[in-house]
Nanobody, 126 residues
């Protein structure tokens, strides 16, 4: 089993920055692609960013490209999402996800991910 724990959410003003973190642990899976998704009240979960385990490829939603950056820690068991120039529409619960079977991919589809964290709230005020 793989466990994912997010942290770093909070309240920020529009135009500000925030970095959320995802710590992964578990014996079953050692290599996997990682993704960030978000879900606002009344909306379905949407893709934000992803990074592959093999090749270092990244993938970003058009709405965040140029503002958000996904990265891995040196130990490869931690993934970060640096969020700059935040907008009120970025307000959502942010979820970390792991694709345990296809480490070379950066999927935008939630069903492709095998494990999910509990989420961390990000609120952007005007």
């Amino acid at each position: 089993q793989v466990q994912l724990v997010e942290s770093g959410g909070g309240l920020v003003q529009a135009g500000g920055s925030l970095r959320v973190s995802c710590a992964a642990s578990g014996r079953t899976v050692s290599n996997y692609a990682m993704g960030w998704f978000r879900q606002a009240p009344g909306k379905e979960r949407e893709f934000v960013a992803a990074i592959s385990r093999i090749g270092g490829g990244t993938n970003y939603a058009d709405s965040v490209k140029g503002r958000f950056t996904i990265s891995r820690g040196n130990a490869k068991n931690t993934v970060y999402l640096q969020m700059n120039s935040l907008k009120p529409e970025d307000t959502a619960v942010y979820y970390c996800a792991a694709d345990a079977t296809r480490p070379w991919t950066t999927s935008r589809i939630p069903v492709d991910y095998d494990y999910w964290g509990q989420g961390t709230q990000v609120t952007v005020s005007s």
